[in-house]
């Protein structure tokens, strides 16, 4: 079955950096754009980055535009998420997230805390 597992959040301070991994398993992970999403306790899951199966053009939150960078290893299956310059309102809980022909995956999240 699909399996989508985050690793690398924590607590780092202010203008720091944190690089999320999620390795997926159990699909063919090169023909699936994959996306990072975020959320706090009381507001909506958002959308922080997605990236296409190959070629296209990456999208980002206005909120990470040259902050973030999303990338993808299709030899390792697994899709990294850089973030730099972090911000407290950057915390979050952040989940990878992958969908294809009204299917809709989800890990089980990796909390960030930015905080002095």
């Known amino acids: 079955q699909v399996q989508l597992v985050e690793s690398g959040g924590g607590l780092v301070q202010p203008g720091g950096s944190l690089r999320l991994s999620c390795a997926a398993s159990?699909?063919?992970?090169?023909?699936?754009?994959m996306s990072w999403y975020r959320q706090v306790p009381g507001k909506e899951r958002e959308l922080v980055a997605r990236i296409p199966t190959a070629g296209g053009s990456t999208k980002y939150a206005d909120s990470v535009k040259g902050r973030f960078t999303i990338s993808r290893d299709n030899a390792k299956n697994t899709v990294y998420l850089q973030m730099n310059s972090l911000k407290p309102e950057d915390t979050a809980v952040y989940y990878c997230?992958?969908?294809?022909?009204?299917?809709?995956?989800w890990g089980q999240g990796t909390q960030v805390t930015v905080s002095s």
């Open positions: 159990g699909f063919t992970f090169s023909m699936y754009a």
């Open positions: 997230n992958t969908g294809r022909d009204g299917r809709i995956y």
